[in-house]
């Protein structure tokens, strides 16, 4: 209640704040809101909260309390007059230490060992404003119907956030974002913001018309941004012209700095895919694009070759005006089997069989698809030592991280 209270009074984003007291009541009072409290008695506690004189190890309370108020209102200028507006409950001694404890969260310096019960959500505070002042980097990705969008975005992140199926799939704009750090946690914004949304809310809100969210990205490479993932619906006009016509729409109109085009290897060069290819050749500048040579796993090690494959790929976009295309061979379905089972996630069956499977297949060296990247690897010896690091420097997404993030291995 007392959280309530002055967040609700310092905000600057009512509809974050609303939606993380609603986090807060749910693990802190089961859900049940003590909103019914006349605003003297909310006065009344509001006092005994910071300020309990007969129970003095109580006094953490107080400023568990303003970190918590902190992490809601994510503002230093707004925190600080939170910090002001408890100044009336305290003495001079108390309201200065107060002060002290929480220029901590503003600092990068080591907390002391009188505040270490602190630590855990002061670092949280300050993880979220480092990130917050990250350059944002945007990156849309397009393909036909069914090409692995959506598998290559979960693979991207590390875990299944958006909807994939055989069937045409995506059907709106999907955004994307990456949190600072693991909490377990997918966040929604639609009309409203849902801070706890399960698998099931994420897709059901993308079937009604597309959406923000916010989860951690598993990511091998060290970005210096924060991400911006927009999933886009296949492109397919003679099944889905709907899904075509908002699909061109975002790819001119929509504000990024990559566009992934994701083609799928094992069914290169339809009629359906060069005419999308060359509306992106004519609508899109051509260094903002990078190809994705997808689902290589279904090679034939004797019948297909990647090799070829790359070469083909190649010559059509050079035809298209695309003088030296970035071309990313990969396997997204492998890559995202890799951070599941990296993360501890278990393997549906069928997943474990696919996962044993291609982990045979890549060993051969045909299939070390980061290979085919202009990129040496020769400086991270880990790749070798590492299994997941190895398998993913086979399935492609280790070099492909390189293009997109432009980072050095964590
Ligand atoms: N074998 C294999 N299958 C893949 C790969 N990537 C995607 N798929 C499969 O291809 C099908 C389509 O994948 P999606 O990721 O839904 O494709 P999409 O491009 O998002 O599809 P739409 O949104 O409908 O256009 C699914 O059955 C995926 O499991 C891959 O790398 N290898
Ligand atoms: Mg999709």
Known sequence: MALETLVSKYTTNPMFAKARLEQ???????????????????????????????????????????????????????????????EAYLSAKQFANLVKAMKMLFTTDQIDAEWSYLEPIIQQYRTNAVHAKLPEL??????????????????????????TSQEACTANLNYLYSKSFEDGRAHTSKSILNLNASYDDINEAEAAGGQHV???????IQTQHRLCVIDTPGVNSAMNPEHTKLTRNALVHEKYDKLIYVLNASQLGTDEDMRHLRYVANN????????????????????????ESIMRVRKDLQELGYHNPNICPISAYFSLLLKL???????????????????????????????????????????????????????GMLNFEKVLYGGVLK
């Open 24 to 86: 807060y009541l749910t693990f802190l009072c089961a859900g049940s809101s003590p909103s019914s409290l006349s605003e003297e008695e909310v006065e009344k506690n509001l006092r005994l909260m910071i300020n309990d004189r007969l129970r003095p190890w109580r006094k953490r309370y107080r400023y568990l309390l303003m970190v918590d108020t902190a992490l809601i209102l994510c503002n230093e200028e707004v925190i600080k007059q939170a910090n002001k507006g408890v």
């Open 138 to 163: 945007r990156i849309l990705i397009t393909a036909n119907m069914s090409a692995g969008k959506s598998t290559l975005v979960n693979a991207l992140i590390g875990k299944p956030i958006t909807r």
């Open 214 to 220: 916010a989860t951690y990205f598993t990511t091998m």
């Open 284 to 307: 899109v500048p051509k260094e903002k694009t990078i190809f994705v040579l997808n689902k290589l796993d279904s090679f034939k090690a004797m019948e297909d070759s990647v090799v």
């Open 341 to 395: 089972r990296q993360q501890g996630e278990n393997l549906t069956e069928d997943e474990l069989d696919d996962y044993e499977r291609f982990e045979k297949k890549f060993a051969k060296e045909e299939f070390h698809l980061s290979s085919y990247y202009s990129y040496s690897n020769s400086q991270d010896k880990r790749i070798d030592e590492v299994p997941f690091l190895q398998n993913s420097y086979r399935s």
